[in-house]
T-cell receptor
Framework: DAGVTQSPTHLIKTRGQQVTLRCSPKSGHDTVSWYQQALGQGPQFIFQYYEEEERQRGNFPDRFSGHQFPNYSSELNVNALLLGDSALYLC???????????????FGAGSRLTVL | GIQVEQSPPDLILQEGANSTLRCNFSDSVNNLQWFHQNPWGQLINLFYIPSGTKQNGRLSATTVATERYSLLYISSSQTTDSGVYFCAVVISGGYNKLIFGAGTRLAVHP
């Protein structure tokens, strides 16, 4: 049973470029969340997708956008890249409906983005 | 918003030693998880423990929700325990949005 898979694993971009990161959730999961982890810090919540819509969003600018497809996979897009966007981007999945947050999130291995 | 504080920030141990990691949170939570992040960045869930005590091999965790803290115990540490340990919480109505602490960086030397 495959867990959460992310691609690419590493990538290098220059300032002002755009990047797309991809995530396939764990089998049986329908909700995808994205987190940004800067070096030496804990992950920070970017947004969450369920039923192909953004359901929750953290404190990130509109340059960060996403999409969820009918097969539950998801993309994270970042436009007009800044040096400060360099980070490990983590995708996590779980099953919906638990407003109480009773589900255990499963994380992918991440996509490490370097902006030069 | 809710604050999640972990201590100590760094910990160095000799193989075989025991340790206790602490997580304090500033508001009531519906969900608390402990994660281990390995040197390659993979976050592995260790415990889902909004309250009570759980054990898994050499690891155990206790959450006292009324006093807003959780403890992770590592016994007979091994070099493979090295990495960063994160505590993360979900608040009421949070749709499983995790709020992470800054982590405890553990290095276990042979």
């Amino acid at each position: 049973d495959a867990g959460v898979t992310q691609s690419p694993t590493h990538l290098i971009k220059t300032r002002g470029q755009q990047v797309t990161l991809r995530c396939s959730p764990k089998s049986g999961h329908d909700t995808v969340s994205w987190y940004q982890q800067a070096l030496g810090q804990g992950p920070q919540f970017i947004f969450q997708y369920y039923e192909e819509e953004e359901r929750q969003r953290g404190n990130f600018p509109d340059r960060f956008s996403g999409h969820q497809f009918p097969n539950y996979s998801s993309e994270l897009n970042v436009n007009a890249l800044l040096l400060g966007d360099s980070a490990l981007y983590l995708c996590a999945s779980d099953t919906d409906g638990q407003i109480s947050g009773a589900n255990v999130l499963t994380f992918g291995a991440g996509s490490r983005l370097t902006v030069l | 918003g809710i604050q999640v504080e972990q201590s100590p920030p760094d910990l160095i141990l000799q193989e075989g030693a025991n340790s206790t990691l602490r997580c304090n949170f500033s508001d009531s939570v519906n969900n608390l998880q402990w994660f281990h992040q390995n040197p390659w960045g993979q976050l592995i869930n260790l415990f889902y423990i909004p309250s009570g005590t759980k054990q898994n091999g050499r690891l155990s965790a206790t959450t006292v929700a009324t006093e807003r803290y959780s403890l992770l115990y590592i016994s007979s540490s091994q070099t493979t325990d090295s990495g960063v340990y994160f505590c993360a919480v979900v608040i009421s109505g949070g749709y499983n949005k995790l709020i992470f602490g800054a982590g405890t960086r553990l290095a276990v030397h042979p």
